[in-house]
């Protein structure tokens, strides 16, 4: 079993409050914490999804953004977002900083998220070599397509994921 990880507590203003066991901050209604999803697009600008792994305890099998997590304790955000793009996806790139936001989102009875995202996205051109540990299936999609897809079939996505895209739309509009 995995070694317990420390996420950064956060207040509505994004200051950090503390830090608790990942568990416990998923654990009820969740506790307010840190956290980043990061949005890929290759250069004919479809953007890359990814199927949650069967493994993961929130979510899995579900088909979010190219990759989200966690800023440990003292890391940058931004920094955090390119590390973990890293180590899931195989690939370096620059996170660039889109907008903030906080959500929360029950999965079960005993289980939520409740997180201040931030939303960062990346252009890459090359090959990925994902973690199966962390992704089952990987795709790229036309921009359309996706909304599309989300529209017919919002059961299939991560609640992050709907909401970030239906924002991210109104930017590019």
């Given at each position: 079993m995995n070694a317990p990880v420390n996420l950064v507590l956060v207040d509505a203003e994004d200051?950090?409050?503390?830090?608790?066991?990942?568990?416990?901050?998923?654990?009820?209604?969740?506790?307010?914490?840190?956290a980043f999803s990061v949005f890929v697009y290759g250069p004919d600008g479809r953007v890359l999804l990814q199927q949650r792994s069967a493994a993961k305890p929130l979510w899995p099998m579900y088909w979010?953004?190219?990759?989200?997590?966690?800023?440990?304790?003292?890391?940058d955000v931004p920094a955090a977002a390119e590390r973990r793009t890293h180590e899931e996806l195989g690939i370096s790139c620059k996170a660039r900083f889109l907008y903030k936001f906080i959500y929360q989102a029950r999965y079960s009875a005993g289980y939520s998220e409740h997180?201040?995202?931030?939303?960062?996205q990346s252009d890459y051109d090359g090959e990925l070599a994902p973690d199966p540990a962390e992704i089952a299936a990987w795709r790229w999609i036309a921009p359309d397509e996706l909304t599309q897809e989300i529209e017919r079939h919002p059961e299939r996505f991560t609640p992050w994921m709907k909401l970030e895209w239906a924002e991210i739309l109104r930017y590019s509009e």
């Open positions: 200051r950090e409050i503390g830090v608790a066991e990942k568990f416990q901050c998923h654990e009820g209604d969740g506790l307010l914490h840190r979010s953004n190219a990759c989200c997590g966690h800023p440990l304790p003292g890391e997180e201040l995202c931030h939303v960062f």
